[in-house]
Every structure is written in structure tokens, then in C-alpha cells.
């Protein structure tokens, strides 16, 4: 069992920054995956990106791709989002994500959750 826990949300101005980490309470294994998703009000979960835990393969959509980095800290058992140039758009619940089959977008393939953070970007 692996328990999630995310910090770092916040409000920030547009064209601001803030850095999102996920504490895992286990180690993950080799073969796990570790991701974000965002879920604004009244619109489905969206995938934010995801890193294999292993070999620190990384996945962005193109909505974030070049603003977001998603890194890990193997010694820590934490991962990290870190997001600039932040947009309004960008406001909404952000949820870190974790599961020991393949690098995906879905969120049906994650089977481990945190509870989310508020991130708020203003205009």
C-alpha cells in the first residue's frame, strides 16, 4: 500500500511560480510510475505529467509542456512539480498519482491517489 501526500499548492499571480511535492509513505519499486493530474471545477481530471521512477523518463501534455518539470528524489521517496509562467487556466485541484504498470495519461490507471492540493492562479 501506498500512501500519498501532497503540499506546495497555493495562490499566485499569473505568470508566477510554485513548486508542488508528493510525499510517498513506501518505497515505490523499480517499476513504478508517479504522476499529476489537475481537476478544475465541473471538468474532468487532466493529466499534468507523469515520471518513471526508475529511470526518470518524463510525460508532458502540451498544455504544460515547457512551463511544468516533474522530478523525483529517490532518497526522499518525494516527487516534485514545478510550474511557472503559471496561467488562470491552471487553477484547480492538483493531484499526485502512483502505480507500478506503465507510463500512462489515463487516470484510471493509477491505482494510488493523494488527497490534492488547491492550486489558485490569479489574473
Known amino acids: 500500500q501506498v500512501q500519498l501526500v501532497e503540499s506546495g499548492g497555493g495562490l499566485v499571480q499569473a505568470g508566477g511560480s510554485l513548486r508542488l511535492s508528493c510525499a510517498a509513505s513506501a518505497r515505490t519499486g523499480r517499476s513504478f510510475v508517479m504522476a499529476w493530474f489537475r481537476q478544475a471545477p465541473g471538468k474532468e481530471r487532466e493529466f499534468v505529467a507523469a515520471?518513471?521512477?526508475?529511470?526518470?523518463?518524463?510525460s508532458y501534455p502540451d498544455s504544460v509542456k515547457g512551463r511544468f518539470t516533474i522530478s523525483r528524489d529517490n532518497a526522499k521517496n518525494t516527487m516534485y512539480l514545478q510550474m511557472n509562467r503559471l496561467k488562470p487556466e491552471d487553477t484547480a485541484i492538483y493531484y499526485c498519482?502512483?502505480?507500478?504498470?506503465?507510463?500512462?495519461?489515463?487516470?484510471?490507471?493509477?491505482?494510488?491517489w493523494g488527497q490534492g492540493t488547491q492550486v489558485t492562479v490569479s489574473s
Open positions: 515520471i518513471t521512477w526508475n529511470s526518470g523518463i518524463t
Open positions: 498519482a502512483a502505480d507500478s504498470q506503465g507510463l500512462s495519461a489515463l487516470p484510471g490507471s493509477y491505482d494510488y
